[in-house]
């Protein structure tokens, strides 16, 4: 089992910038890949980027490409999601979530994906 908190939205002003974390404790996490998704209002979740268990391996969506980087610290069993340039269309619930792997590879399939956080939400102004 693997708990997942979420910590780090708030709102911005459109082209500003904010860091996500999320913070994992129970089972050992660092065989686990992590992802982040996020949810808008009437839109289903979608994947905004994911890390392999060593971080070594990340992959992103392409509206967020280059402007967002996933990054994790596995001896503070912490994952990062720095946002800059951020647009209002960004503006949603972000979650974060881990899957139990046995390479290192990232995952970039919701269902695929073990364990989920409570979600912080991002708001983007004009």
């Known amino acids: 089992q693997v708990y997942l908190v979420e910590s780090g939205g708030g709102l911005v002003h459109a082209g500003g910038s904010l860091r996500l974390s999320c913070e994992a404790s129970g089972d050992t996490w660092r065989r686990y890949a992590m992802g982040w998704f996020r949810q808008a209002p009437g839109k289903e979740r979608e994947f905004v980027a994911a890390i392999s268990w060593s971080g070594n391996i990340t992959y992103s969506e392409d509206s967020v490409r280059g402007r967002f980087t996933i990054a994790r610290d596995n001896d503070k069993n912490t994952m990062y999601l720095q946002m800059n340039n951020l647009k209002l269309e960004d503006t949603a619930v972000y979650y974060c979530?881990?899957?139990?792997?046995?390479?290192?590879?990232?995952?970039?399939?919701?269902?695929?994906?073990?364990?989920w956080g409570q979600g912080t939400q991002v708001t983007v102004s004009s």
């Open positions: 979530a881990a899957a139990q792997r046995t390479v290192d590879l990232v995952v970039i399939t919701a269902g695929r994906y073990d364990y």
